[in-house]
């Protein structure tokens, strides 16, 4: 009888606690929305390291974030060499544990995508996304096989989603002949890239721009009739605002830590094309 209740125990044991929900670190608050699209809201917890409005080059973890990743049963990562925040903050965490994890970076590498390995804001790519989602399902229904379906048939909308998303960005660009735009912090190159646009980029490998660096963007700007310059929150606007000031270029914020990932990509486009 002692023998079976000891075996009882240990068997309940191997179990979460009734009611818990597993936790998923994810890096930035867009991978937030890709987990809470394919398994809604209520199914995991989600552990964002950065939120919204800092930026991830000089953002430091607090306490309560580094313990909710060390109990974190999953990671869903960016993964790319040149994403700093998570070099420095998450990966030894990984290497302690043994954890499940999966990488937009990964996935899109042996989807067979090209990846520029300087810029590491990938998740700012619908074709990207739409490639790790795919393959974000699996990992998440490893926790519940039982709501697969249910998994499946939200993965099928948000891939529909974006599909949408990636024929109207393409025809609403090209009907308003946008080919570039200018931007303090540099975080749309993918998107850029996937829609045939040019991205400049006010910021100098980092950091400010010196004289005339600022001088070859101002003169940029007047030639080229450039009304808008993007910028992000968490990031330094002296600049922006410096050419903004010299040239009558309207100031516009463009977010790529927006919670809503199809809604940020949504709001840069109607930005560039001059849609409110």
């Not at 025809?171 to 991205?199: C, D, T």
Request: charged share 20%.
């Amino acid at each position: 009888m002692i023998k079976i209740k000891c075996t009882l125990f240990l068997l309940l044991l191997s179990f979460p606690l009734f009611g818990a929900r597993p936790v998923i670190t994810v890096t930035i608050p867009p991978q937030a929305y890709f987990i809470h699209r394919i398994a809604g809201d209520q199914i995991f917890e989600v552990n964002i390291m950065i939120p919204n409005g800092q930026s991830p080059a000089v953002y430091s973890p607090t306490p309560s974030q580094i313990r909710k990743m060390s109990v974190s049963d999953g990671f869903f990562l960016i993964g790319h060499p040149a994403f700093i925040f998570e070099t420095k903050h998450i990966n030894p965490q990984l290497v302690k544990g043994n954890k499940k994890s999966i990488s937009i970076y990964k996935t899109v590498k042996l989807a067979g995508f090209a990846v520029d390995e300087n810029d590491p804001h990938i998740w700012m790519s619908p074709e990207f996304m739409k490639t790790t989602a795919l393959q974000l399902y699996p990992f998440l229904k490893e926790f519940f096989p039982g709501d697969s379906l249910t998994f499946k048939k939200n993965l099928s909308v948000l891939i529909n989603d974006i599909e949408v998303l990636q024929k109207e960005t393409a025809k609403l660009l090209k009907e308003h002949q946008v080919k570039q735009f200018i931007i303090y912090h540099p975080a749309w190159g993918y998107y850029a890239s996937e829609f045939n646009l040019e991205q400049i980029a006010i910021e100098s490998h980092g950091h400010e721009p010196g004289p005339r660096h600022l001088s070859k963007i101002a003169d940029h700007t007047h030639s080229h009739s450039e009304n808008k310059i993007f910028i992000q929150r968490g990031f330094s606007q002296k600049s922006a605002q410096a050419i903004a000031r010299d040239t009558g270029a309207e100031i516009i914020e463009a977010d790529p830590l927006e919670y809503d990932w199809l809604k940020s990509i949504v709001t840069m486009t109607q930005n560039l094309i001059g849609t409110p």
